[in-house]
């Protein structure tokens, strides 16, 4: 387990009659390919984390598992560690939480225990039931009503496949025991002890399954997919008193205060709190997403409507483009081709040759995502030659992110909605030559804040809300965020062309 030790403060903000009470705010991040805990402070402090690996399970071509016992396991640990590292369960004042989205996970409410290993977002082995769907000439219904596309991606038809394939999912909704949900969901179910089965809106509406004008999850949709509502859990906020820890967790019951989906808790941490506003985040994937107000999101560009909170039952909505593969490609070439060590030395790598020598890379490596939604395409890594290295490679693998970013912006504009800059976060965002790369092949200005883990940072704004250690979103961004650097573009021209018309040929070959 790794740990990290930050200056902690306990019980330091005086209230009413002079009292002391606790304000840190506990926050579960729950990634990919890792769990992490970490104790914001009221003014955005991190004052520990600590942080384990999650297993990756591939049993065939384009599926990917967890285990969600692990995930909670993992989850609970980091959190004893963590509030131990803070100063003690006394200074915690709220829980937040934020997580993979799509991400299913199937449970026994008898015995608390998963039924079936969870299918990550990434998995694609519902390609032909979405297909099927589309045949019958449902998606323009769904994609009105939902804001999505019939996608594997999307967590409703993985739903389905759990119960039409695992025999103890399908016999867990026959004696009425069975659980459906997202990982907030199911961590919320573990933290309280099963007394809560809710969703905040954020994650129910990446599920095929709500109606973005809905309070709750739709009976006409799950009947179309195939899925038991009474198996879903309760549509909640994304701030405020939405659940409560057991008790023996911690030693004391903590309020559960804030609720999010990954990149809609990016957003609110990068301060994107008014329609326009845009942050791209780059962690596994890639995922955009530009504030809509109170309006309800419409793309004519194979963009998806989705929610970006939800407070005191009003709706505030995002445009947002998903990119599959973009931190997991650098991880590919070190993992399975060893091309490098760390993921560090692609920047170097990057910087060590003028151009990529002609090479263009497409990660289409779990199919392509917006705006193109090809759940079939592959891979391709295009104009090798003799002179093509490691460093070509790379560079190219990092090229891919402005490619795979400059179609989006292509599609949000569009739909008139275009970027005047760009607020960027996620792990790959501390790449300086990625960040200006991306500056000018969009011809932008890009901004990223000095503390690039905004998904945790959002959680933390959510929650602090929620707890009342904030009065709004607004006056917690202003608090809880700190400095930003800004990165112009640069790039000719005609070399930015040369750049896209590659891509553009590569992409054809998909």
């Known amino acids: 387990m790794a740990c990290i030790w930050g ?30 805990a ?71 409410t008898s015995t608390g225990e998963p039924l079936a290993r969870a299918i990550v977002w990434q998995d694609r082995r519902t ?9 019958a000439g449902h998606e323009p219904d769904v994609t009105a009503r939902t804001g999505l596309l019939l996608d594997p991606y999307f967590s409703g038809t993985k739903m389905r496949w759990l119960l039409d394939h695992e025999e103890a999912v399908a016999q867990a909704h026959r004696a009425g025991c069975l659980a459906l949900g997202t990982v907030e969901s199911w961590l919320t179910w573990k933290l309280s002890h099963g007394a809560a089965h809710v969703t905040d809106a954020s994650n129910a509406s990446r599920t095929l399954l709500l109606a973005l004008d809905g309070p709750q999850f739709d009976p006409g949709l799950c009947a179309l997919l195939g899925v038991p509502v009474e198996a879903l859990p309760q549509v909640v906020d994304t701030d405020g008193q939405l659940a409560q820890t057991d008790r023996a967790l911690f030693g004391k019951a903590i309020p ?89 030395e692609t920047e170097a790598l990057a910087r060590s040759i003028p151009d990529s020598g002609g090479v263009t890379v497409v990660p289409a490596l779990s199919g392509l995502g917006a705006p193109h939604w090809n759940a079939a395409a592959r891979g391709v890594i295009a104009g090798l030659s003799f002179s093509s290295g490691r460093a070509e490679i790379a560079r190219a693998a990092l090229e891919a992110m402005a490619h795979q970013t400059a179609d989006l912006a292509s599609a949000f504009a569009a739909d008139g909605a275009p970027w005047q800059d760009l607020r960027i976060d996620g792990g790959m965002s501390a790449n300086d030559w990625m960040a200006q790369d991306l500056a000018d092949v969009l011809d932008l200005e890009v ?62 070959a998909v």
């Open 7 to 36: 200056v902690a403060c306990g019980m330091s903000r005086k209230r009413n009659l002079g009292e002391c009470v606790a304000d840190n705010i506990l926050v579960f991040d729950e990634g990919t390919t890792s769990t992490r």
């Open 38 to 108: 970490i104790v914001f402070a009221a003014d955005g402090r991190e004052l520990a984390v600590c942080q384990e690996e999650l297993t990756q399970y591939y049993p065939q071509p384009g599926w990917v598992e967890h285990d969600a016992g692990e995930i909670w396991a993992k989850s609970l640990a980091c959190a004893r560690r963590a509030i131990e590292l803070a100063g003690g369960v006394e200074s915690i004042a709220a829980i937040g939480l934020t997580n993979q989205r799509e991400t299913v996970v199937a449970w026994d």
């Open 447 to 508: 901004e990223r804040p000095d503390y690039v883990e905004t998904t945790a940072l959002g959680a933390a704004m959510l929650a602090a809300v929620g707890a009342g250690i904030h009065p709004s979103l607004a006056q917690a961004a202003v608090a809880m965020r700190g400095g930003v650097r800004r990165f112009g573009p640069a790039m000719e021209g005609s070399v930015r062309e040369a750049r896209l018309g590659a891509w553009r040929k590569a992409l054809a």
């Open 256 to 344: 559960i205060c804030g609720m999010a989906g990954d990149q809609q808790a990016a957003t609110i941490g990068q301060g994107c709190l008014s329609p326009g506003e845009t942050k791209a985040t780059f962690g596994t994937g890639a995922f955009v997403l530009t504030n809509k107000g109170h309006d309800l999101p419409r793309s004519d560009n194979r963009l998806l409507g989705t929610v970006l909170m939800q407070e005191a039952g009003r709706r505030t909505y995002a445009i947002e483009g998903s990119v599959f593969v973009a931190g997991s490609l650098i991880k590919w070439l070190r993992d399975s081709l060893g091309l490098i060590g760390t993921a560090a």
């Open 127 to 135: 390609a032909d039931f979405c297909a099927a769907l589309k045949e």
